[in-house]
């Protein structure tokens, strides 16, 4: 029993490493996106076919979302600093600040595109090379405003 | 037969609804949940010169830190920055490494790192003033970076190290440069009114890794710890007589970090109290049941459990010496503490002895246990 249920588990991992060994393909940095396109959220599903088409076409085109983030409120943008397979927005933010909407886009003066959102806080997506992993990989990253009153220098 | 675990296990997690992670942070307060007052300064750990600032994660003070069935797993790293001119983004490193050869300290090889991800940057900002940044810097699920050493084949390394690499910066602190929040020991020396507060004798938590001259640690803590998916358990150390905290006059809090590892029940003067503090963003509202030992118990994972019981117990738990239950509680909204001594009740007959504390906390909703880190308290 433990031993057909390892199997199984084995296999199902497999799958999902061939997935993630397709999904993971390093792919050139792309240009920023412009700001109206990044912006541009779209919802969570594929547009449903019209109620008049026949049952057996309606299909939702498998929508390719490797090259967006997904944000908490469930829609997607586009990943920042040619990012691919980066983790869902959600995970990252923090559980303990409420979301806050995308406002614009900034780049820092080290050309790392950021969306800035409503409460003054920052997020953006990257390609960062893992030496663990012996590839490149997606980060998630969230910048928070901190503490207004910053705390005396140490020695 | 690693492998085959590895893979097992990354399934099982692969599985799981991992909406959030949990930072593992070691400070005197809670930096997701509490307001923080127990800041001494903002520092670095070699003054403007590069260095890495490393938490030590000892095995003899923590053990199932991200404990993937065996094995720890992290998915990134938050930490807290003072920038001194926020306009001017600020780059880091984020390191995790291994023990060195002699026993003491990290490995600053290359092969010591487990990784290195470097140059990331700092938000952008038009403040050409000082400011700070809560950074949470995370890796996808399935991109989660696996430590050597595992608890089933007994190879966990007996420490590794997390932090951040911070270049040199001739500018900070004068006009520019960045720096980390640190909560100093009572020895450090700095004049620190805020802070930790633990017995005498307690060592150095954090390091200042340097590539080109010998390590050495440091007497504070940083506002730094590893993200991970398993919950977290703290113990922490109440002293009524001390406002290390920064809290109000009259206001007595517990001190998650130093204090609760060193609590100081030697009664002259101090007898302090501990509670334990148990948070997780995966089952905010899950239960959580409370365990404790006499020190650490040998590694035990509940075969007959797996796929609804993730990592390892530390608190002998396998039916010959079986843990010590400290009660079943709901978390509200992502945390839970439980007393379990005042202040003045703890014999000082028991200094020199060590106790260990873990949890299980059980997602109703998805079916899914998972025990919280352990944690020694060294009296």
Not at chain 2, 61 to 76: L, P
Not at chain 2, 292 to 302: E, I, T
Request: overall charge negative; proline content about 9%.
């Amino acid at each position: 029993m433990l031993r057909e249920g390892a199997v199984l588990a084995v296999l199902a991992a497999l799958t999902v490493v061939s997935y993630w060994s397709q999904g993971n393909k390093v792919l050139a940095p792309a240009e920023a996106p412009p700001i109206a396109a990044a912006l541009e959220a779209e919802p969570a599903t594929a547009a449903a076919a019209p109620a008049s088409a026949p049952v057996a076409e309606v299909t939702a085109p498998m929508v390719d979302r490797s090259h967006q983030l997904e944000l908490p409120d469930g829609t997607f943008v586009a990943a920042l600093n040619g990012a691919t397979d980066a983790a869902p927005l959600q995970q990252f933010w923090g559980s303990q600040v409420p979301w806050s909407p995308i406002v614009g886009v900034e780049r820092n003066d080290q050309g790392v595109d950021w969306y800035r959102h409503e409460n003054g806080s920052y997020s953006t997506t990257q390609m960062v090379w893992r030496s663990d992993l012996k590839r490149h990989a997606a980060m998630t990253r969230v910048g928070h405003q901190g503490p207004a009153v910053t705390p005396a220098i140490g020695k | 037969m690693l492998l085959s675990r590895s893979i097992l296990s990354t399934t099982l997690l692969a599985g799981m609804v991992a909406a959030q992670v949990n930072p593992f942070v070691f400070y005197p307060q809670d930096p997701e949940r509490q307001a923080v007052s127990c800041t001494s300064f903002v520092g670095r750990p070699d003054w403007n010169r590069a260095a890495e600032a490393l938490l030590e994660l000892e095995q003899q003070h923590f053990r199932s830190i991200g404990d993937a069935n065996g094995f720890m797993r992290i998915f990134g790293i938050y930490h807290w920055i003072a920038d001194e001119k926020l306009s001017t983004s600020e780059t880091y490193d984020l390191v995790l490494r291994l023990p060195n050869a002699s026993g003491s300290g990290p490995d600053m090889s290359t092969p010591g790192e487990i990784f290195r991800i470097a140059a990331l940057t700092t938000p952008p900002s038009t403040n050409t003033q000082r400011g700070t940044w809560i950074m949470h810097d995370g890796f996808n699920i399935q991109g989660g970076a696996i430590v050597p050493g595992d608890y089933f084949l007994n190879t966990m390394l007996p420490r590794i190290y997390v932090g951040v690499g911070l270049p040199a910066n001739p500018l900070w602190p004068a006009t520019d440069g960045h720096s980390l929040f640190r909560a100093d020991l009572l020895h450090a020396n700095t004049g620190a009114t805020v802070g930790e507060n633990h017995r005498a004798g307690a060592p150095n938590p954090t390091w200042a890794g340097l590539a080109s001259a010998p390590s050495f640690t440091t007497p504070w803590n940083y506002i730094l710890g590893p993200f991970v998916t398993s919950p977290n358990l703290h113990v922490g150390g109440i002293d009524p007589t001390s406002t290390r905290l920064g809290l109000p006059i009259g206001v007595t809090g517990a001190n998650f970090g130093m204090n609760g590892l060193f609590p100081d029940v030697s009664g002259s003067p101090r007898s302090d109290g501990l509670v334990l503090r148990v948070t997780d963003n995966l089952a905010p509202f899950g239960w959580c049941f409370f365990s404790a030992s006499l020190g650490f118990k040998p590694p035990y994972f509940h075969w007959p459990m797996i796929g609804t019981l993730i990592g390892y117990g530390h608190v002998g738990d396998d039916g010959i010496d079986p843990p010590i239950p400290l009660g079943i509680a709901l978390l509200q909204n992502g945390v839970r503490e439980r007393s379990l001594a005042l202040p003045g009740t703890i014999p000082p007959a028991l200094v020199g002895t060590h106790l260990a504390f873990q949890a299980i906390v059980f997602d109703a909703v998805g079916g899914i246990g998972e025990w919280t880190n352990a944690q020694a308290v060294h009296f």
